[in-house]
Each structure stands twice: as structure tokens, then as C-alpha cells.
């Protein structure tokens, strides 16, 4: 024991495990350096699209912030695809984007004159399903620096009936009968998912105890669900900074589109 307590010093290749010897590494005075490329930022807002049985209603509001700035109180976030005022049978499709304002006017003016040259070389508009699907192709093209944007599309099928298609940054999407999204999505949503879905909603006097009878899906008309918009909306600005000052709602059906503006909460 007494010759292990008296052993002379650690050779100096062997581990240190003292503290003293990590002080006396040397100091470096300059660290890595490293440099970043930030591109994309969040403008807040949030979009919806509802879906009924001859008619598709996006709305959006129109605050555009950056942190807790708002650089404007009236910037869009739905646009006319393909629309052409001089023709009776223009393509009847909107688009939503939320997420970073450039990238969702880049998206708008491209899918735009895709669609517009689709209809002078073919005589005809283009469908809303053949639009979804040009739509996703355009998004999964820049997957390797995609557009910062959530992107709904709407529109009237080749039945007359409300088409609704909602995207991830990348390309994926669905056909859905309503979808949020934007900074408010996790308010909304639950709300859609509840008077649009029926999600928890069950028959009264269907059973007993938990055997009751889930409430099935019905499409709504369109009067009720430009209230359910309304509500959402206004029930988000009270509890999200980046939603607020103004609805726009485009409401499409066979007569064409029709946009409305209410204002909304500007605090």
C-alpha cells in the first residue's frame, strides 16, 4: 500500500483525471467559426378552406408580422389561379399561403402561369385535381431548399362539388373537407375538427352510458359555414398576436368567385 501512495508521477502519456490538469491545457484564444445562412422567416397569419357540396370557402386574415413587429395590416394571403376577367370559363381556383410572404408570392406567380399556359395551349382551364397535382410537382422540385410556405388550394371538382387539397412544404398532400393552417392552426383546428367533422359528437338517447352513437358527417350549407369562419377567426385574435387586423374570405362556386373583407381585433 505504501509503495502505491509513494509512486512517483504519472507518466505523460497516461489519462489525468485531476482537474488541476485540465486548468493547465492550453487555452485557445479564437474558437470554430461558423457561419450560417438563415434565408426564411415566419410572417405569422393563418388560412382555412372549408368545403361544401357546390362551393369551397378559403379565407385568410392580413397581418404580416416578423417577431413581435407588424410590418403591415393588409397583405393577402389568397390568391386567384389561372383568372382571366375576360373569359367566362376561367379556372375557378384559389390558393392559400402562410409561412414566409416572398416564398408564398414566388409559389402564387409560378403555379399562376403554369396555369395560364396550360389554358392557351389546351383551349381549356385546368381542372382543380390537375391543378393539385402540378402543384405538388412544383413543391417537391425545391424539397432541397423548399418554399417556407403551408400551402391550400381550392376549387370546384368535374362534379360541381367543393374540392379542397392541403400541402406540406415538400409536396405531400390530401384531399380534405377542411384544414388550418399558420400560427393559429392548433386553435382552429380542434374547433373545424368539432362543427365541420363532428369529431366527439354523438346521437343523444343513441345508447346507454359510452355506447352512444358517433353523429355522422353531413356537408354544410354555405351560410353556416362563413359563420364558423367568422368565429374562428375572431376567437384566434383574441388568443394569437400574429392573427389579427382584417378576414379576407373568397367564397368559390359555379357563378364564379366572390370575395368579402370583415375587419378583425388590431391589438
Not at 409559389?107 to 395551349?121: G, N, S
Request: charge should be negative.
Amino acid at each position: 500500500m505504501a509503495s502505491l501512495m509513494n509512486a512517483g508521477p504519472i507518466a505523460s502519456d497516461q489519462p489525468g483525471y485531476s482537474f488541476s490538469n485540465a486548468a493547465a491545457a492550453p487555452q485557445h484564444a479564437a474558437g470554430t467559426r461558423q457561419h450560417a445562412f438563415n434565408p426564411y422567416t415566419d410572417n405569422g397569419g393563418t388560412t382555412l378552406g372549408i368545403t361544401g357540396a357546390d362551393f369551397a370557402i378559403l379565407a385568410g386574415d392580413t397581418r404580416s408580422t416578423s417577431g413581435y413587429s407588424i410590418n403591415s395590416r393588409y397583405v393577402p394571403k389568397l390568391f386567384r389561379i389561372g383568372e382571366d376577367s375576360s373569359d367566362e370559363q376561367a379556372s375557378r381556383i384559389v390558393l392559400a399561403v402562410v409561412g414566409f410572404a416572398a416564398d408564398g408570392n414566388a409559389l402564387k406567380e409560378r403555379l399562376d402561369a403554369i396555369v395560364k399556359m396550360y389554358k392557351y395551349q389546351h383551349g381549356k382551364p385546368m381542372s382543380v385535381k390537375a391543378c393539385a397535382q402540378r402543384l405538388s410537382t412544383i413543391l417537391y422540385q425545391k424539397r432541397f431548399f423548399p418554399y417556407y410556405v403551408h400551402a391550400i388550394l381550392g376549387g370546384l371538382d368535374e362534379e360541381g362539388k367543393g374540392a379542397l387539397y392541403s400541402y406540406d412544404p415538400v409536396g405531400s398532400y390530401e384531399r380534405e373537407q377542411c384544414r388550418t393552417a399558420g400560427a393559429a392552426a392548433s386553435l382552429i383546428m380542434p374547433f373545424l375538427d368539432n362543427q365541420v367533422n363532428y369529431k366527439n359528437q354523438y346521437i343523444p338517447a343513441s345508447g346507454k352510458g359510452h355506447d352512444l352513437q358517433q353523429r355522422p358527417t353531413e356537408t354544410l350549407p354555405k351560410d353556416v359555414v362563413v359563420g364558423l369562419v367568422q368565429d374562428a377567426f375572431t376567437s384566434a385574435t383574441e388568443r394569437h398576436i400574429e392573427v389579427g387586423d382584417g378576414l379576407q374570405m373568397l367564397v368559390i362556386t359555379k357563378e364564379g368567385i366572390e370575395e368579402t373583407f370583415t375587419p378583425l381585433k388590431r391589438d
